[in-house]
Each structure stands twice: as structure tokens, then as C-alpha cells.
Nanobody, 115 residues
Framework: QLQLVESGGGLVQAGGSLTLSCAAS????????MGWYRQAPGKQRELVAV???????NYADSVKGRFTISRDNAKNTVYLQMNSLTPEDTALYYC?????????WGQGTQVTVSS
């Protein structure tokens, strides 16, 4: 079974940057897509960015040009570099990792952007 450990959330001023990390362990065999989702209070969870094993990426329109997703397959880790943060980016960010057995969610890491 996959286990995920997220890190990197915190409080930052508008215009600042943060980098989130999510390390997978356990059943890491054939991890496919790795991604980040977020959920703001009162809103549904939404896709932020996803990266395939071959490093193809997809971003939500709201973060294009500001966020960059990357992965290190040797470390089974996915990263989310977030620049030019705005208060609208405030949310609980969840890592999502898929393998041949299904998908696993991280516990979530809070990102708060002050104006």
C-alpha cells in the first residue's frame, strides 16, 4: 500500500512563493500520475496540477504560469513550486498518487496567503 508524506505548506504574503513536496513509500511499483489538488473552505476539491511518469503536465487555468509541478522518479517524490501567490490560492493542498492498484491521497498541507 502506498503511503504519502506531504510537507512545505505554511503562511506567506501575497506575491511570495512556497514549494510543496510529497514523498511516496510502500507500494511504489509502477507509480503513474502524481498530482496536487486543493480545497478551499466552502468549495469543492479541485485539480491544481498533475504530472505523468513521462513528465507530461497539466495545470488548472488559474495557476498556469505561476505554479510548476515536477517529480523525481528515483525518490518517488512530486513537487509543486508556487510563485506569485495570491489570497485566492489559500487552501488545503492534497497530494494524489496513482499506481496500478488505484490512488492514494495525502493528509493535506495548509497554504495560507495573506494580503
Amino acid at each position: 500500500q502506498l503511503q504519502l508524506v506531504e510537507s512545505g505548506g505554511g503562511l506567506v504574503q501575497a506575491g511570495g512563493s512556497l514549494t510543496l513536496s510529497c514523498a511516496a513509500s510502500g507500494s511504489i511499483f509502477r507509480i503513474t500520475n502524481m498530482g496536487w489538488y486543493r480545497q478551499a473552505p466552502g468549495k469543492q476539491r479541485e485539480l491544481v496540477a498533475v504530472i505523468t511518469r513521462g513528465a507530461n503536465t497539466n495545470y488548472a487555468d488559474s495557476v498556469k504560469g505561476r505554479f510548476t509541478i515536477s517529480r523525481d522518479n528515483a525518490k518517488n517524490t512530486v513537487y509543486l513550486q508556487m510563485n506569485s501567490l495570491t489570497p485566492e490560492d489559500t487552501a488545503l493542498y492534497y497530494c494524489n498518487v496513482q499506481n496500478l492498484g488505484g490512488q492514494v491521497w495525502g493528509q493535506g498541507t495548509q497554504v495560507t496567503v495573506s494580503s
